[in-house]
């Protein structure tokens, strides 16, 4: 049985095959995006690619690409990204995910809609046949009031509880609490998105619902490459 870190790494690699000179790169958070990180890193150290710059999606991978020798630039310097790679929790048959218990849904899906090729890599235990079977949908909600936001949530038939880290809550890059929502499966993601971002308070959903051009699935019977 071949280990699922392993499987990440395979998939950030072939991932890393898709970045060609010249491009402005969005470069995923999470454990399998990293992979895809180090690769691009080692093909620039090595001249294999030139001239790329990337856009991380948060400051750990902001970090991480900067030890890497990866130029780095910004939204406001390139509005437009050529090609993101990014992690996912969950991904649906109709290439739709759930992102975020990373914690990084805002900058990603920021960087996600600015992007004109957005490919997700993910091990195969991430399929499933419905969002929400496995993963709670993370919800970005500004402090404020937090407690009503949670109460509004509540109304659209989630659980949510407050993501904590080593006791406190969890703070966001932008400073923000994630309320991770649980449902019972989700059987309209578009209609369930549409009314949790009517809530004051909501800043962003780990609903990435029509974003996603190829997931890059790996497994025990190797690499998939899902493409629309
Ligand atoms: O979107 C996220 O926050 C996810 O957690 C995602 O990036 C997956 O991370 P993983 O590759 O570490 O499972």
Redesign the pocket.
């Known amino acids: 049985m071949i280990a699922v870190e392993e499987l ?1 790494r395979q998939a950030g690699d072939r991932a890393a095959e898709y970045v060609q000179d010249g491009m402005v790169v969005g470069l ?6 990293r992979y895809a990180t180090l690769r691009i890193g080692q093909k620039l150290r090595s001249g294999e690619l030139r001239d790329v710059v990337g856009v991380p999606t948060s400051i750990e991978t902001e970090t991480l690409a900067r030890a890497e020798g990866i130029p780095l630039t910004t939204l406001e310097e390139h509005g437009q990204i050529d090609v993101t790679i ?4 969950e991904v649906d048959p109709d290439y739709n995910v759930i ?7 805002l900058r ?1 899906k920021i960087v996600a809609y600015s992007t004109r090729y957005e490919i997700i ?2 091990d195969e235990s ?1 399929l499933v046949d419905r969002l929400g079977t496995k993963s709670p949908v ?1 919800v970005e909600v500004i402090r404020f009031g937090w407690r009503n936001t949670r109460a509004a949530l509540e109304d659209t038939g989630a659980r949510p509880v407050l993501r904590h880290v080593n006791g406190e809550p969890y703070l966001t890059d932008e400073g923000n609490y994630v309320l991770d929502c649980h449902y019972p499966g989700i059987s309209c993601p578009y209609e369930l998105e549409a009314e949790i971002l009517s809530i004051p308070g909501v800043v962003e959903t ?1 609903l990435f619902l029509g974003m996603v051009h190829c997931v890059i699935v790996a497994g025990a019977d190797g690499i998939r490459i899902m493409e629309r």
Do not use: I, Q, Y
């Open positions: 990440k995923g958070s999470g454990s399998t995006a990014d992690g996912a929790d992102k975020g218990l990373g914690g990084f849904l990603e890599v993910v991430k993370p780990g």
